[in-house]
């Protein structure tokens, strides 16, 4: 068997074969949806080849996050959605014999290699669009389950714990691990490796897979964040990527529109979700939709942008987050990214009980902070140099959101989506304790596909800047990160200008 992938397929043997040798394993996984899902699916896989493993998570694989995973008891260490980008350090604890690294990652490696190390990158595979931290994860856990002869057994293990995630799953998707193609697509999603509407490569390989498990769906849908929870007038509303004339940004506007079709949107006073109409309802919105910005002027490459491929997660409640896989990577994020990873990935594993409420009012409280942020940003601007823009939101937007609302504020006024912005935010005083207290900034960076099609990498762009000032930094051609030292923005901001001008030249 070659696997969803069969570039990666010898590779993801190898490295199955090695976490098979190990007694236990450590699974060290990144902070956000992408990290959580594939500590999901590695957990998973993990457990069902009878591996005992514990999970940590970490919001950057620094050098001191590296020296305590290297101080534990573990001589087997699984980093998933990073270790590509940190091969050099994790590459002197390997030396040293502190454990072995197994990684499956997408992020731009190293300079330095190691045997057991699955990345599409080194495959000729786009890891900013073909493959996700998640999606190198099921390529692993695929294997797993092939090597291990899980698929194989007597008596395959069967969805006994009543989780609707496994109940509704055939017991050999469970066995060849097929049933993580969902949890693979939300990470995929949640990286934003879809383009165009719908994603491509390895990750539609998977999607194919995940479609034949049973455990998703395809369809062509209205591509708006929210199809799934959002009441209509709000969907419509908050639907900005496309911008349409008196009914994005515009409550009255939303509700007039909606308030003149002839349809019974309304339940018991309530408005109704995208996902509860039916197909004919579906089509008259839609169509109402499609002539209002016709009318209105929009551009027709714009309207096509109104049309997506949506992912649903089968098995999960339809008008919850779980069934969209947008919604699911957002959900995971407000865990993720507040210091709670633990409640995203007791989500991913089916906990539908307290992690789930858990998450659901972190949600909450991450939409508020996006929009805030949004909303500073719109605001008081950013400030433009030749080739770039950036702000500088100091403590007013936590760092590990300033990227989100960065890639978000695009394109809105005064924010141009013809050149990458650059978002700093302070560093709590916590985390600059670890790097001997002196204090750092964060920087993200989030560019377009366009963009990229014209010769921008801003993951070269935050290795060089950063580390040209101190810092240090990486990430994909589309969206990369990096901490640099308090004090060196502006020596930064100059260096990655110049940079990204010639990228673009
Ligand atoms: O570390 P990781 O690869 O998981 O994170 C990628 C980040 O880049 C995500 O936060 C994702 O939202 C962002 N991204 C983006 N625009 C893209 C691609 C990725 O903002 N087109
Ligand atoms: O939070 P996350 O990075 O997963 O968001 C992905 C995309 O979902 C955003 O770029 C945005 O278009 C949409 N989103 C939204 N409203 C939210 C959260 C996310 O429209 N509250
Ligand atoms: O944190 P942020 O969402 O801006 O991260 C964007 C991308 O850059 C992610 O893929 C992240 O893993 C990467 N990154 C990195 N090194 C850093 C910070 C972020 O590789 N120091
Ligand atoms: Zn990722």
Same mark, same amino acid.
């Given at each position: 068997?070659?696997?969803?992938?069969?570039?990666?397929?010898?590779?993801?043997?190898?490295?199955?074969?090695?976490?098979?040798?190990?007694?236990?394993?450590?699974?060290?996984?990144?902070? %956000?949806?992408?990290?959580?899902?594939?500590?999901?699916?590695?957990?998973?896989?993990?457990?069902?080849? *009878?591996?005992?493993?514990?999970?940590?998570?970490?919001?950057?694989?620094?050098?001191?996050?590296?020296?305590?995973?290297?101080?534990?008891?573990?001589?087997?260490?699984?980093?998933?959605?990073?270790?590509?980008?940190?091969? %050099?350090?994790?590459?002197?604890?390997?030396?040293?014999?502190?454990?072995?690294?197994?990684?499956?990652?997408?992020?731009?490696?190293?300079?330095?290699?190691?045997?057991?190390? $699955?990345?599409?990158?080194?495959?000729?595979?786009?890891?900013?669009?073909?493959?996700?931290?998640?999606?190198?994860?099921?390529?692993?856990?695929?294997?797993?389950?092939?090597?291990?002869?899980?698929?194989?057994?007597?008596?395959?293990?069967?969805?006994?714990? *009543?989780?609707?995630?496994?109940?509704?799953?055939?017991?050999?998707?469970?066995?060849?691990?097929?049933?993580?193609?969902?949890?693979?697509?939300?990470?995929?999603? &949640?990286?934003?490796?879809?383009?165009?509407?719908? $994603?491509?490569?390895?990750?539609?390989?998977?999607?194919?897979?995940? #479609?034949?498990?049973?455990?998703?769906?395809?369809? /062509?849908?209205?591509?708006?964040?929210?199809?799934?929870?959002?009441?209509?007038?709000?969907?419509?509303?908050?639907?900005?990527?496309?911008?349409?004339?008196?009914?994005?940004?515009?409550?009255?506007?939303?509700?007039?529109?909606?308030?003149?079709?002839?349809?019974?949107?309304?339940?018991?006073?309530?408005?109704?979700?995208?996902?509860?109409?039916?197909?004919?309802?579906?089509?008259?919105?839609?169509?109402?939709?499609?002539?209002?910005?016709?009318?209105? &002027?929009?551009?027709?490459?714009?309207?096509?942008?109104?049309?997506?491929?949506?992912?649903?997660?089968?098995?999960?409640?339809?008008? /919850?987050?779980?069934?969209?896989? +947008?919604?699911?990577?957002?959900?995971?994020?407000?865990?993720?990214?507040?210091?709670?990873?633990?409640?995203?990935?007791? #989500?991913?594993?089916?906990?539908?009980?307290?992690?789930?409420?858990?998450?659901?009012?972190?949600?909450?409280?991450?939409?508020?902070?996006?929009?805030?942020?949004?909303?500073?940003?719109?605001?008081?601007?950013?400030?433009?140099?030749?080739?770039?823009?950036?702000?500088?939101?100091?403590?007013?937007?936590?760092?590990?959101?300033?990227?989100?609302?960065?890639?978000?504020?695009?394109?809105?006024?005064?924010?141009?989506? +013809?050149?990458?912005?650059?978002?700093?935010?302070?560093?709590?005083?916590?985390?600059?304790?670890?790097?001997?207290?002196?204090?750092?900034?964060?920087?993200?960076?989030?560019?377009?596909? +366009?963009?990229?099609?014209?010769?921008?990498?801003?993951?070269? #762009?935050?290795?060089?800047?950063?580390?040209?000032?101190?810092?240090?930094?990486?990430?994909?051609?589309?969206?990369?990160?990096?901490? #640099?030292?308090?004090?060196?923005?502006?020596?930064?901001?100059?260096?990655?200008?110049?940079?990204?001008?010639?990228?673009?030249?």
């Amino acid at each position: 068997m070659t696997g969803p992938v069969p570039e990666l397929a010898d590779r993801a043997v190898a490295c199955a074969n090695r976490l098979l040798e190990a007694d236990r394993v450590l699974l060290a996984s990144h902070i %956000d949806a992408d990290g959580l899902t594939s500590a999901a699916i590695a957990a998973s896989a993990l457990e069902r080849a *009878g591996l005992p493993f514990e999970t940590v998570f970490e919001k950057q694989l620094d050098e001191a996050a590296i020296e305590s995973i290297a101080a534990t008891e573990y001589e087997t260490v699984l980093f998933t959605d990073f270790g590509s980008g940190q091969l %050099d350090i994790i590459g002197e604890c390997e030396d040293a014999g502190a454990f072995t690294p197994v990684i499956a990652d997408h992020h731009q490696p190293a300079e330095r290699d190691t045997e057991y190390h $699955l990345n599409p990158l080194l495959f000729g595979i786009n890891g900013a669009s073909e493959l996700s931290g998640a999606g190198a994860s099921y390529v692993l856990a695929r294997a797993l389950a092939d090597v291990s002869g899980q698929a194989d057994a007597d008596d395959p293990p069967v969805a006994t714990d *009543g989780g609707t995630a496994t109940a509704a799953t055939g017991t050999e998707a469970h066995a060849d691990n097929r049933d993580l193609a969902a949890l693979a697509i939300v990470g995929a999603v &949640g990286d934003m490796q879809a383009s165009g509407g719908e $994603l491509h490569g390895a990750n539609a390989e998977i999607v194919a897979e995940g #479609v034949d498990a049973g455990v998703l769906e395809t369809g /062509t849908d209205l591509a708006i964040y929210g199809k799934q929870t959002r009441p209509l007038p709000k969907l419509l509303e908050y639907a900005t990527d496309v911008g349409i004339p008196g009914i994005s940004n515009d409550e009255a506007g939303a509700l007039r529109f909606l308030e003149d079709l002839d349809l019974e949107l309304k339940r018991d006073g309530e408005w109704r979700r995208w996902a509860g109409l039916t197909n004919e309802e579906k089509q008259v919105v839609a169509s109402a939709l499609v002539k209002r910005a016709v009318s209105r &002027g929009v551009p027709a490459g714009k309207i096509d942008q109104l049309v997506g491929t949506s992912y649903v997660l089968r098995t999960e409640p339809v008008g /919850t987050e779980l069934r969209d896989a +947008s919604e699911f990577s957002t959900l995971l994020n407000a865990t993720a990214r507040y210091e709670r990873a633990d409640v995203g990935l007791a #989500v991913c594993l089916g906990d539908r009980g307290e992690a789930l409420e858990r998450a659901r009012s972190l949600l909450r409280n991450h939409r508020r902070n996006l929009s805030q942020g949004i909303d500073l940003v719109t605001q008081e601007g950013v400030t433009h140099e030749d080739h770039i823009q950036w702000f500088h939101a100091g403590d007013r937007i936590r760092e590990t959101i300033v990227g989100i609302v960065a890639g978000m504020a695009m394109g809105n006024a005064g924010v141009s989506r +013809s050149k990458p912005i650059f978002a700093f935010a302070e560093k709590s005083a916590e985390e600059a304790s670890g790097s001997g207290g002196d204090a750092e900034v964060k920087v993200s960076a989030r560019g377009t596909h +366009s963009l990229v099609r014209r010769g921008l990498d801003l993951s070269v #762009v935050m290795g060089e800047a950063s580390r040209a000032v101190g810092g240090d930094g990486g990430g994909h051609d589309v969206a990369a990160g990096a901490t #640099v030292p308090s004090g060196a923005e502006d020596e930064f901001v100059v260096r990655a200008d110049e940079i990204v001008g010639e990228q673009l030249s």
